[in-house]
């Protein structure tokens, strides 16, 4: 389903009691924490933290964010969030997200994030190729 090959990194997530809302499930909003902690983690698994994409120039603002919530977590629930890439266009990338119960059986939510690919000053740039080789888990840039 991806055009663009890359590895889908899994994240585990533990509900906290502060992340659900008076029903005991999952907050809604809180959907969206985990795609952004998923979608971090799979920039790190690819051989970088987002902060050192960030001082190489690379900023992702996110444009545009999707969730479709399928059966609720509840409190202390083991969720995990598997995030990889769908597309990368000229100056934007496209993460997506499944939320699973904790034998990866069930979907409980699946999503997407679009972000702008931008350069310090907010101006939208085309990837960098060492940051699409980032992307496609071939490794971090090599300093020069």
Request: overall charge neutral; hydrophobic content about 35%.
């Amino acid at each position: 389903m991806h055009d663009f090959p890359t590895p889908d990194v899994w994240l585990a997530h533990r509900v906290s009691y502060g992340e659900t809302d008076t029903m005991g499930y999952l907050y809604y909003a809180e959907y969206l924490h985990l795609f952004e902690r998923s979608r971090s983690e799979y920039i790190r698994r690819m051989g970088m933290s987002y902060a050192e994409v960030e001082r190489l120039g690379i900023m992702l603002p996110v444009r545009e964010a999707q969730c479709r919530y399928r059966k609720p977590a509840r409190y202390d629930d083991l969720v995990y969030v598997r995030a990889g890439i769908a597309e990368v266009g000229r100056a934007s990338l496209t993460f997506v997200y499944n939320v699973t119960d904790a034998e990866r059986k069930t979907l409980l939510a699946e999503g997407m994030t679009q972000h702008a690919c931008a350069n310090r000053e907010g101006r939208p740039v085309r990837p960098p190729e060492w940051f699409l080789r980032l992307l496609r888990g071939e490794g971090a840039p090599q300093p020069e």
